[in-house]
């Protein structure tokens, strides 16, 4: 089994940054892809970054040249450097990473502020 915990999320201006980190934990466990999700008010989660295991990325159109994906393999964690931030990056954001199964963090509340 494999846990996700998620931190970093919070209150921000038009404009701000914020870093998102999501470490995964358990025992025995191998992880592939990790990658954020989101989930804005009325609308279905979304990709918004995804990184594999020799670091190929992937990002939605949304966040391309503002929002940053890494990993880091030694600590099973991965980040997400999010810069220029607009009120429609508003949502619930997930850590997710594929091994033998999916897995999926408790979601962390990113709020930008107009």
């Known amino acids: 089994q494999v846990q996700l915990v998620e931190s970093g999320g919070g209150l921000v201006q038009t404009g701000g940054s914020l870093r998102l980190s999501c470490a995964a934990s358990?025992?025995?466990?191998?992880?592939?892809?990790m990658g954020w999700y989101r989930q804005a008010p009325g609308k279905q989660r979304e990709l918004v970054a995804h990184i594999n295991s020799i670091g190929v990325t992937i990002y939605a159109d949304s966040v391309k040249g503002r929002f940053t994906i890494s990993r880091d393999n030694a600590k099973n964690t991965v980040y997400l450097q999010m810069s220029s931030l607009k009120p429609e990056d508003t949502a619930v954001y997930y850590c997710?990473?594929?091994?033998?199964?999916?897995?999926w963090g408790q979601g962390t509340q990113v709020t930008v502020s107009s």
């Open positions: 997710h990473a594929a091994g033998r199964a999916n897995y």
């Open positions: 358990g025992s025995g466990f191998s992880i592939n892809a």
